[in-house]
């Protein structure tokens, strides 16, 4: 095991985040260069806070200035950690990023994630809820999540996410998607009145039944703040789940109101919104791999650690192997990082941009 490990310049999210994983489960130190803002930034001082809380100022310190910066946070702790995240897309990262040093300890943990949860780009908290949760839950992560306060782009929000793991992770093993069970829209809105999330809703079912597939729609309530009930804030998240895997894609509706320190956007139709999220599912089926490239880089940090024999397991750490829809180059990059900080084999076998699979086993 490697215990400083080097990141350079601008690495990328799944990079950084797959690095302060496994660095809050091995006690490495990690050199990256300065200055980080925005979502890197917090990502790292959330690390320093599960870790060694007493290296949060001199992580603060670091990572503004334009220098290379060493970081030890030493091993997660079990318990009740509050996050402040308030940059766009830190939420998501940081749920993804911390749940699995937290799993290793074989003790129940509570992240509250306090920022923006409905951002452009990232996954709603119900694609967290519904697609990641399950499929951690295969590696023997019970993550119970609760929207506590949505938060759309500009605004805060509050996830809390119950951790109650096994006493240690469980092989993943997902080479065939299997049967397409159901299609299910979620149209979830901060204004229980507001139409819009239903017309983007059936849109996206009409664009799926060109696709062979039957779309069931909901609408839920959001809790919310005033701010998005006036603004008539709402997402649409649509989950497919197959016999051995799950798939999502979102997109959100384009306010009534628009704040101005979002800048000007051009308005976008409800069923235009419902016909992007249909797209990026149409996507998914109309190739192969059970995983979507995305979601492949998240569940890549639990095999690792899965085949390194970290956590409370007795004999050979065992094999993780699935297949991905698409080679990512954040995939292929973390898998590099993956053989020079621990005890393990982690190939990517496919082109960037093609379907791809992915074994991650313990080293020889």
């Known amino acids: ?14 990079v950084l985040d797959g690095a302060l994983s496994l660095a809050l489960s091995t006690g490495a130190t990690v050199r990256l260069v300065g200055p980080l803002t925005g979502a890197d930034a917090a990502l790292v001082l959330a690390a320093a806070r599960i870790g060694d809380a007493e290296k949060l100022e001199e992580a603060r310190a670091g990572i503004a200035r334009a220098e290379p910066i060493e970081l030890a946070f030493g091993h997660a702790r079990a318990g009740v950690h509050l996050l402040d995240l308030p940059d766009e897309g830190a939420v998501a990262r940081a749920l993804w990023s911390f749940a699995w ?16 949860n409905h951002t452009d780009g990232v996954p709603t908290f119900h694609e967290l809820s519904l697609a990641w949760a399950p499929l951690a839950a295969r590696f023997g992560l019970k993550a119970s999540l609760e929207l506590l306060r949505a938060g759309f782009n500009g605004e805060t929000g509050e996830i809390a996410a119950s951790l109650d793991p096994a006493p240690a992770l469980t092989p993943f093993h997902v080479v065939h ?3 397409l069970r159901q299609v299910t829209l979620v149209a979830a809105t901060a204004e229980g009145r507001d139409e819009e999330p239903l017309r983007a809703a059936q849109a996206a079912a009409r664009k799926l039944r060109v696709h062979g597939v039957n779309a069931e729609s909901e609408r839920v309530p959001l809790p919310h703040t005033q701010q998005a009930a006036r603004a008539g804030r709402w997402a649409l998240t649509a989950v497919a789940e197959f016999e051995n895997s799950i798939v999502s894609a979102s997109a959100l509706g384009t306010p009534r109101e628009r704040p101005a320190l979002l800048g000007p956007e051009s308005p976008q139709a409800p069923e ?3 016909e992007k999220v249909a797209d990026r599912v149409g996507r998914f089926l109309s190739g192969g ?3 979507d490239g995305r979601m492949a880089e998240r569940l890549l940090v639990p095999s690792i650690l899965c085949a390194s024999g970290l956590g409370a397991r007795a004999g050979t750490p065992p094999t993780c192997h699935f297949t991905t829809s698409v080679v990512t180059d954040g995939l292929v990059s973390l898998a590099t990082l993956a053989r020079r900080m621990l005890p393990v084999r982690a190939v990517v076998d496919g082109a960037v941009g093609e379907e791809g699979v992915v074994v991650v086993a313990p080293a020889a």
């Open 1 to 14: 095991m490697r215990h400083l490990v080097e990141l350079g310049e601008a690495p990328s999210p799944a």
């Open 101 to 116: 040093p937290l799993a290793l300890l074989g003790r129940p943990s509570e992240l509250r994630l306090s920022g923006a």
């Open 177 to 179: 998607r299997g049967i």
């Open 272 to 274: 235009a919104v419902g």
């Open 289 to 291: 791999g059970a995983i």
